[in-house]
């Protein structure tokens, strides 16, 4: 394992691709962040330091818009298994290493600790933007709760694109189930689900069809980050009140692990 483990910390740090995505997540929550951060210091109707950090943190996130840094960071995990896949170096890596388990977790483990640091440097980016521009800072309690959903979403979000690449061996068809089983599938599922509710009998009881939208694995992950958002209030009017944040996180572990899972099994069973 642990020679499948500097196998491929040698692979990330000799390719461009992951200086790029790192820099581009980096990059965007800077610029962001500054952007957010001067409009609120000349605002006189914004919340305190917990809903300034929760915002600048996420840029906009903990208010239901998408999790940019989730998305670059996340075509990490698509390129860690897709690259070889498209350039042919799987060959070469499982004859290097022929321990296909220990090359697929490596490649997990490797996946997720480059998520979550880039998460919490970017986590940190807001909270310097919130020094310079003498905002109020948020609490301690805030800050953990905050950052540690902000890394889980980052992470997991990342090892569902590697799942991805590993399911369907593909790196284009991957980057494409990435991008739009969170923003637009989800999005469609909603839809129907509130067009039915609302011409229904009871569009506003609990219960039916509407619980559906709890277990939309991205949408629930978010609510470890997310404290208001459309889709909240939605599912609220129509009787389906969204999971919380462990709930969210839950629903959205339990999808990445079986997408993982199921790469894992094609992984070891087809041929490379």
Known sequence: MNDALRYEYLRLRTIRSTY????????????????IAWSLERSTTFAGGDETFRVLATIGGSTGAPLLMAYVVGLLGVFSTGHEYRHGMIRATLTAIPNRTHVFWAKVISTAVIAAVTAVLCVMIGLLCIAVYGLDMPSSAAFVETTAGIVLYTALFALSGLAYAAIVRNQTAAVALLMLVPSLLEFIIQSIVVIIKTNSADPRGSGGITEILKYLPYDAGSQMYVQSSIDGFVQQALGAEPFGALGGGIVMGVFVAALLATGYTLFLRRDA
């Open 20 to 35: 790029w995505l790192i820099g581009t997540a980096l990059a965007l929550q800077l610029v962001f962040a500054v952007l």
